[in-house]
């Protein structure tokens, strides 16, 4: 059997606790602390003790993940993530997620708030609504003129 490849880097590279947790899963990012390998369950303790809404965000990032977007904070945009095609760098993200639980109540003051503000930039806003079954539906809105 081959040896996996191991890569030394000079310079830190900053990964979200998202990404790092999903390229674990996927095998190809190894964590240590104490140079002692953490299993997945310790990394998902960990990110569950220092994010409240991981078990709400994680499911819907490692799903955009999946299916090829590169997936980006938009804490600037006041949502969760920012979805890109391509890159950043090539792209602008064309949507911006905001991840809420099917039983949040949610200010008509906010939902248009948040719709202003990815207007304003130019991006779709998704509303990816999570249920206790872990499934989850996405509602897209688009600014619309009268």
């Not at 964590?31 to 994010?51: P, Q, T």
């Not at 078990?55 to 993530?81: H, M």
Request: glycine letters at 4%; zero cysteines; aromatic letters at 14%.
């Amino acid at each position: 059997m081959r040896k996996p490849k191991t890569t030394e880097i000079d310079e830190p590279i900053e990964l979200s606790l998202l990404e790092v947790l999903y390229l674990a899963e996927a095998g190809i990012l190894e964590v240590y602390r104490s140079n002692r390998k953490l299993e997945i369950n310790e990394l998902v303790d960990f990110a569950r003790s220092v994010m409240p809404a991981f078990d709400n965000l994680y499911p819907i990032y490692k799903e955009l993940r999946s299916r090829g977007f590169i997936v980006r904070s938009a804490l600037k945009y006041g949502a969760d993530f920012a979805i890109y095609r391509m890159r950043p760098g090539l792209e602008h993200a064309p949507f911006i997620v905001k991840v809420i639980n099917f039983d949040d109540v949610v200010d008509p003051g906010d939902l248009v708030g948040w719709g202003r503000v990815a207007h304003s930039v130019r991006k779709y806003l998704l509303l990816a609504v999570t249920y206790p079954n872990n499934e989850w539906k996405y509602i897209m809105f688009k600014w619309l003129r009268p």
